[in-house]
């Protein structure tokens, strides 16, 4: 009791003063209580703020799929343990996001109170020091207790936690024990880095087996005179055939990437799944020489597909790259797509490429807004009707866009919006690839793909029973998420010179002028981008436009637009931020926070960081918000 005390004492006085006596603290702590001190870390937070829908954990899900694969059984087989001693097992990935939870009920219970349950992000960054966090952050296995944790939601629970590594050193996840901090026991962090070295040790395995799997199957592939390699899932060359190698007689061992210096060009790629746990195990890539790239398109170099074209901007963001990735894997098949996405961000454009770089590329792609089309005339908009069929019906009859979309891609933009009625036609003409016009007795056989996309959470709808959920199943074959721009500011500059060069403006921006874009959350993404660059070129349609030029046009444009001034407004909230303790501008930055992710609704940003409203109002005046 009497070092609990202490360590209580220890943490308020470095929360309210920033003085620590190090000899209190291990090591490890006292380094990352400074770094969530730095980061502005809220140590008054009483739960995870940042949880994932039900679509967007399937999609966390699916690229942790041989983690996951691997560690489920250890945590089963820990079952009866965690239950009997009160604690809880759970795997994270590298992003800091729970994707699996088991153990005792009543200790679930507990910790759904401080929202820690599957889908919540638990790093440092969100919640403070923790051994989730930390082990992320620090690449070893930690344990940390009571109120060794930053932040006051974990002050009662007790953690350790270990990372997980392949066969390379890259790291695949975290996983963790946890529970009440009475019920803490002194072999919880030896038992975490057991499990996690058992873990590591079957990837290996995994990894050996897969290799000598892969090489027999390559004994056919190589055999024959086109120019095919065979790589492993770590893109590297294991085998190729005689054209190949009469031309790079090195090739083996290489990357996939280097080897296509040697003037060869992807031609279209196989996955190689194992015969036992039907995974990927390496690549079979069929090769083209001095192939030439396709005009007006952007080529995407890439091992993992055929040459892949985009007529957007990739730009070098982490989470678009894997935007990318996930529709390079998925284009060559024929697979349902689902994309989820806000408003703004691209999703057609997405759907385009994954039609482009598929085997239909020659076929028509047809765009359908569910939202945009009255209920009344979505059926005939869908399925068209023959000569005749309704008062008002053209001559000629209309095809409907499935029949126009036949032998190629369709894309259903909105799909939450689409009636209850509309969605058991919907999933029959899914199931038996065939249709009836309106007024028609003649059925037509469709051959085609489906690519659907919403701004909605489907799954919740589902739930709701406004979504049919057969109809779910249908269209939820391979989820893609496509982040928002503020998830990817990197890659800003890439887009506004990807804009201007597609309109021919040879405009020159003040060295400011993309600091001053990433100040900005883009709740329009990147739609609003483009349009804020339009509205430029019209307001200063010169070559040239110099800084002050530049603020005024930013604040005049949009009252929404929240960017600083380069003088008055600077200062005055600088002058305003000294004011604050340390805990006021906690308060503060939080409300900033909700007020962006509600859109300015102080009634449900309240809510959200669970305050009266009345006490919001108060603290918007004392901040000047």
């Known amino acids: 009791m009497t070092e609990t005390t202490c360590y209580l004492n220890t943490w308020k006085r470095f929360v309210n003063e920033g003085i620590l006596d190090a ?79 088991t153990g005792n009920q009543d200790v679930l219970h507990d910790a759904r109170k401080i929202n820690f349950t599957e889908g919540v992000r638990w790093t440092e ?64 962090l030896g038992m975490v880095a057991s499990i996690a070295h058992a873990i590591e040790h079957e990837l290996c395995i995994r990894a050996r087996q897969n290799e000598v799997e892969l090489i027999h199957r390559c004994i056919e592939l190589i055999e ?12 590297v060359v294991v085998a190729t055939s005689k054209s190949v190698r009469q031309k790079v007689s090195n090739c083996v061992g290489m990357k996939v990437n280097e080897l296509l210096q040697y003037e060869f060009q992807i031609a279209m790629e196989t996955p190689i799944l194992s015969d036992t746990h039907k995974g990927v195990i390496g690549t079979c890539i069929y090769l083209l020489e001095e192939a030439a790239n396709k005009p007006n398109q952007r080529f995407i170099p890439s091992f993992s597909s055929k040459p892949f074209y985009f007529e957007g901007e990739a730009g070098t963001s982490k989470t678009f790259q894997h935007t990318l990735d996930d529709m390079k894997r998925v284009a060559p098949t024929d697979a349902s797509v ?6 703004g ?5 997405v759907a385009k490429a994954i039609h482009d770089n598929s085997s239909r590329k020659d076929g028509p792609f047809i765009a359908l807004n569910c939202g945009a089309i ?93 979504f049919r959920k057969d109809l779910y199943y249908r269209l939820h074959v391979y989820p893609m998420y496509v982040p928002p721009l503020r998830e990817r500011k990197e890659d800003i500059p890439h887009l506004v010179k990807y804009f201007c060069q597609k309109n021919n403006w040879n405009m020159k921006w003040p060295d400011e002028f993309f600091d001053r874009l990433m100040e900005y959350d883009w709740p329009g993404n990147i ?78 940003a309240a809510k959200l960081l669970d305050i009266p409203r009345s006490t919001f109002y108060k603290r918007i005046q004392k901040f000047n918000l």
């Open 23 to 101: 000899s209190r603290l291990n090591k490890r702590i006292m380094e990352s209580w400074y770094r969530c001190r730095k980061k502005e870390v809220n140590p008054y937070l009483h739960m995870g703020q940042h949880i994932l829908s039900d679509d967007l954990l399937a999609v966390q899900k699916e690229k942790s799929s041989l983690f996951l694969n691997i560690a489920l059984p250890h945590l089963d087989k820990m079952r009866d343990v965690t239950e009997e001693s009160e604690m809880m097992a759970l795997l994270v990935d590298p992003d800091g996001y729970v994707l699996s939870f």
């Open 125 to 188: 960054g969100e919640v403070g020091t923790n051994a989730i966090g930390t082990a992320l952050q620090i690449g070893e296995a930690v344990m940390i207790s009571g109120t060794e944790h930053y932040s006051v939601a974990s002050h009662g629970w007790s953690c350790s936690a270990a990372p997980i590594r392949n066969d390379d050193g890259k790291l695949l996840g975290v996983i963790d024990v946890s529970c009440p901090v009475n019920r803490t026991h002194p072999f919880m």
């Open 374 to 466: 009255p209920k009344e005339l979505m059926e005939s908009e869908l399925f068209g009707y023959v000569e005749g069929a309704f008062t008002g019906a053209k001559r000629q009859g209309y095809k409907g866009k499935f029949e126009q979309a036949n032998n190629g891609t369709i894309f259903l933009d909105e799909i939450g919006e689409i009636p209850p009625s509309m969605q058991v036609a919907l999933l029959r003409v899914l199931q038996e690839r065939k249709l009836t016009p309106i007024g028609g007795t003649k059925e037509i056989p469709l051959n085609i793909r489906i690519v659907t996309a919403t701004h909605r959470d489907l799954s919740q709808l589902v739930n709701e029973g406004t």
């Open 527 to 604: 739609r609003e981008l483009f349009n804020v660059l339009e509205r430029l070129q019209i307001v200063s349609p010169s070559a040239s436009i110099d800084k002050f030029q530049l603020a005024d046009l930013l604040h005049s444009l949009d009252t929404h637009f929240r960017f600083t001034t380069p003088s008055s407004t600077k200062n005055e909230r600088a002058e305003t931020s000294t004011e604050l303790t340390f805990r006021e501008k906690i308060q503060k930055d939080l409300m900033i926070e909700a007020l962006q992710k509600t859109k300015g609704n102080v009634s449900l």
């Open 345 to 349: 961000t691209g999703k057609e454009l």
């Open 338 to 343: 689902y994309i989820l996405g806000e408003t």
């Open 224 to 235: 024959t005179n086109q120019p095919v390699i065979v790589c492993n899932n770590k893109n």
